[in-house]
């Protein structure tokens, strides 16, 4: 049975590492696109990120030397991760909701992160997690486990009600949506449920940590503690399959898409891939279009469909 | 209450429109304007119209797009429609917006935050039709079903929708029911452009159906390439009204004024939108005025196209964007200028600054600067004598979405207003977060059937709010009120909005670029450049 659940956590946690990874490579691999900036772009120089301006706000820019200034992507972005900004400035109501949502996720994911670093001391350095060190890391495991659990529960909840009862939502809401807020309570639900109710005999996350990285199949485990793990190990694995997986697009449609202002000229790598792309043969069915499959980008743009054959 | 839209209605069989607004459903308008009652009755569709096009959407048509006489017919139309979808999805096809058409798919948390932003669905009462999402979802749906070929579980996942030809239909005249301004995407929390969407549906029912807006189109862009501008003027008739506009510009101020055509090696390629040649003369007279007297060594091209700087591609057809693109590049390249200058056009400045930027390579990549940022240059340089005090009335700024949101150009303007007009006074919002006019993406050119009713009433409600409200401490008629939009699109709908609701008879609130009030200042010049007149 405890094989069983560690075989469940162990693809649940690779499926997530490897269709996260694939899903950035295959955003990654997508053509670059054209120019689609939205301002303010916050690595501008901050003088002009202040009231979202950008280089062409400067006489001959081309001519001077481009600043980027990251302190000020990390200004925006920092908030952005961590607090949900753009969402709290729009749609307060709905942050209220969301970003318990996810700060309870990321403390669960600190909670992950934290009982790594304790089942691993444990294993290599025994006598150094014995002691307050070790304690420590328990109590803060333990409180960032449990608070993001009821956080992410609460929040899951909060959207679900909001899904099934906002006008402005529900037309828009698919079955999947409900499955996948109500997939978060019924996991974390279940892993809280199971790791308080454990009784004594139960093993501590610690412990289960530990059985994990040494594969200790003796480790019993209680019927609720099982299902909470089974589940969180297959929500884990599911996330990454769905649009939930909007922490890998978040980058692209920041970095690459709204804040992607790098002139041209200034980059040989893009003018090689866009002199590439220029080469590819669209099949567009419209007249004017000209396309036949065979003629590239280039030459459609080269021909005049008012006194060619697009006419 | 009216019962909302539903995604599912996009399929509803028959041609009744899902959605009839009445001047009661509106967003409410400050004084003058505030009684609905008082507004203009919408103009009903020709009967004519229904039965010959699919008005199957809401009170408006924008496309005229033919019934089809048979069911074959419209099952010929659906399979271009799905082979167009999925070719949206290919590198080959479109590989120049994929990335963030895919990412905005596969993405999208529907949590509704853009709607807020969006200012024709405010202005429309929050009509679900007009949600920034509302189009989003059908095309989402379509491709998780059509392009990704999802069965039941990714049907569950992502929901359904009944692909026919009434949603086809639909679809296209709804991607006509955005102004492309991408407010909706600056606050979305993941990064999603709800704008996009609207402006990739276009691109596949224009470079896969032949479908567009015949103002975008056939009067537009094939226009432009055939005889060298949408206007219709060709290099000759173009020069002659140049002529004119120096001759009644050097008579207007005093100065003489004579515009540069085809010197080589010139500093700066100036292009003007070609609808300020005709509609705003005093306009180009303005640039050629000021341009001469600070000594700027520059020129105009009679190329084909090179002395008009619009790009309807840019709002719907990326083969059309790229071939006027190239013909602004390749005549800045024959006259060997060292940069190209946009004058006062919003969207002429983001196609050739910004978006043609990746496919303007080798010797076509001439830099490309906004006049706004050369004006200013000129303006705190001292090279003009200005005089604020010609300038005492009251002037509010609107930022044009393509200049100010899409492409970063916020304060070279409002340095230029603050110093020679002093009772300069900010919309609100501003800046990168303006309001759309309600004329952008090509709605400002659109006349056809009642569209400006729509156009009035919905999509250029939220910038009239901001107007009033900007001018709200001086309506009164005796006080002259002046509209700074240094754009000519925003200049059509606002010539037409302001006439639409009688606000320059009543209210005496005039219109106009950003040159016409630099001139207004300069003291070398005869006062009154601006005429107070209705044009």
Known sequence: ?????YGIIYAGVLVFVVASVLRAVRYAKLPAHLRWELYPVPHEEAERARHGGSYFEVPDWWTKPRKVNFAGELKVMIPEMLFLKALREFNRKLWYRSFVFHFGLYLLAGTIALLAVAALGTILLPSLLAGFVGAVLHTLYTATGLCGAVMAIIGAAGLLHDRLSDPNLKNYTAPGDIFNLAFFIAALGALAAGYLLRGP??????????????????IPVPGVLSAGLVLGALLVGYIPLTHMSHFIAKYFLYHNIRWDDLPTAQSAEIQRRFAGYLTFRPTWAARHIGADGARTWADIAATNPSVGAGK | MKEAVKLGD????????????????????????EDPSKYHNWT?????TREKYECGLDDTCALNLPQPQTKEEEAQLVAKFLSGLEKLFTRE???????????TMEHCAKCQTCSEACHIYEASGR??????????EVLRRLYFQYVKHGGLLSSLQHGAIQLNWPLVARLAELSYRCNLCRRCAQTCPIGADNGLVAHELRKLFSQEMGIAAKELHDTGSMLQL??????????????????FIDEDTSEKTGIQVETPWDVEGADILLIHNAGEILAWPENPGAFALILNAAGVKWTLSSELAGYDSINYGLWYDDAQFARVALKHAQAARKLGVRKIVLAECGHAHKALS???????????????????????DIVMSGRLGLDPDRNDFPVTLHDPCNLVRLMGVVEPQREILRKICPRFREMEPHGVDNYCCGGGSGFAIMSGNNFPDWRFHVSGRKKLEQILNAFADCLDPSVPKYLCAPCSNCKGQFRDMLAYYNLWEKNRILYGGLVELIVNAMTDVRPGYIEWEWH
């Open chain 2, 44 to 48: 009903a569709l020709a009967p004519h």
């Open chain 2, 93 to 103: 096809n479109n590989w120049t917006f994929l990335q963030p058409l895919l990412l």
């Open chain 2, 226 to 243: 055939k005889a060298g501008s949408s206007t219709g003027m060709n290099a000759e008739v173009v020069k002659d009204n140049i002529r």
């Open chain 2, 10 to 33: 996009m399929s509803r069989p028959g041609r009744t429109p899902l959605a009839h607004l009445e001047n009661e459903d509106l967003m409410r308008l400050p004084p003058p304007l």
């Open chain 1, 201 to 218: 005999g139960g093993p501590g996350a610690l412990a289960l940590a530990c059985g994990l990285l040494r594969f200790d199949t003796a």
């Open chain 2, 127 to 136: 009509n679900e039709l007009y949600r920034p999402t509302f189009r989003s």
């Open chain 1, 1 to 5: 049975m405890t094989a069983s659940i």
């Open chain 2, 354 to 376: 910004v978006i043609a930027d990746r496919v303007l390579l080798g010797d076509l990549s001439i830099p490309r600067e906004s006049s706004m940022t050369l004006l200013r």
